[in-house]
């Protein structure tokens, strides 16, 4: 069974950049057709995806926040990652790294991580 | 982009009652339409997919309907681990979440 973990610092200036990464365990990054997915909730807010990425490196992002987003792929050690730049408190929220299942009738983010909290505070 | 209005936005239910939260597309999503729990502190979890497949391991009370922009996810006889909020997803066209539905206990 499929299990994600978030990783990456907590607390944040204004300015900087969020690193997170997301260690895959149970199945393997370069599974196809799954896409490999950011998603991040500010506390007691809704959920908002963030963008993903296809082992071959092909990406799509939310088109709001696509200016500082890169996500990125390191098969070698099975995991992925993401980078935000230019954080401000806005930016504050539970992180998660999900499997989105890929092109398909049923495509939908079927693994979740248990996620991250990112703080932005000067 | 493709907008997810959800509602309501909270509702509060007995155990036992038939809940049903609607969710509608901006456009047309064919059955592209996914329902999520979450519950206090957990990360979401998927109940149903392409608007009315029940994952598996899902009680059959939850069942999922519609097509095209308008989806419902009901709840039939809600039980006590029911209570949580409840989210849609469009996976269409790149992804987007509607904004949640909170069912509390009244």
């Known amino acids: 069974q499929v299990q994600l973990q978030e990783s990456g610092p907590g607390l944040l200036k204004p300015s900087e950049t969020l690193s997170l990464t997301c260690t895959v365990s149970g199945d393997s990054v370069t599974g196809s057709p799954y896409y490999w997915t950011w998603i991040r909730q500010p506390p007691g807010k809704g959920l908002e995806w963030i963008g993903y990425i296809h082992y071959s490196g092909s990406t799509l992002y939310n088109p709001s926040l696509k200016s500082r987003v890169t996500i990125s792929v390191d098969t070698s050690e099975n995991q992925f990652s993401l980078r935000l730049s230019s954080v401000t408190a806005a930016d504050a929220a539970i992180y998660y790294c999900a499997r989105d299942t890929g092109p398909r009738w049923d495509d939908a983010f079927d693994a979740w991580g248990q996620g991250a909290m990112v703080t932005v505070s000067s | 982009d493709i907008q997810m209005t959800q509602s309501p936005s909270s509702l509060s239910a007995s155990v036992g009652d038939r809940v049903t939260i609607t969710c509608r597309a901006s456009?047309?999503?064919?059955?592209?339409l996914n329902w999520y729990q979450q519950k206090a502190g957990k990360a979401p979890k998927l109940v149903i997919s392409?608007?009315?497949s029940l994952q598996s391991g899902v009680p059959s009370r939850f069942s999922g309907s519609g097509s095209g922009t308008e989806f419902s996810l009901t709840i039939n006889s809600l039980q006590p681990e029911d209570f949580a909020t409840y989210y849609c997803?469009?996976?269409?066209?790149?992804?987007?979440f509607g904004q949640g539905t909170n069912v509390e206990m009244k």
């Open positions: 392409a608007a009315s």
């Open positions: 997803q469009q996976s269409y066209s790149a992804r987007t």
């Open positions: 456009q047309n999503i064919i059955r592209y």
